[in-house]
């Protein structure tokens, strides 16, 4: 679900597409970050379904998506 939905921005590593990163600034593209890490998960919940920001609301992905999507970046905060 993260390689389909989000990897375009936030890059594989989580740390930003460059070319994202480029146009928009690191802001809020780096998903390892201490601020990202220390979210509740109901929190980026709201902002992967909702958007916030420059970031669009995700279209279509269900609570328990974004929990998978959550669960994954998780791991890329280690």
């Known amino acids: 679900?993260?390689?389909?939905?989000?990897?375009?921005?936030?890059?594989?590593?989580?740390?930003?597409?460059?070319?994202?990163?480029?146009?928009?600034?690191?802001?809020?593209?780096?998903?390892?970050?201490k601020e990202v890490a220390g979210m509740k998960d109901d929190e980026v919940s709201k902002v992967i379904l909702e958007g916030r920001g420059k970031m669009p609301a995700t279209?279509?992905?269900?609570k328990d998506e974004s929990k998978q999507v959550i669960d994954y970046v998780r791991t890329l905060q280690k």
Do not use: Q
């Not at 389909?4 to 970050?33: F, I, Q, W, Y």
């Not at 279209?59 to 269900?62: I, L, Q, S």
């Open 1 to 33: 679900m993260y390689d389909k939905r989000c990897s375009s921005c936030h890059g594989a590593d989580g740390k930003g597409n460059p070319a994202m990163v480029k146009a928009m600034g690191e802001k809020g593209l780096n998903l390892t970050t």
């Open 59 to 62: 279209k279509g992905m269900t």
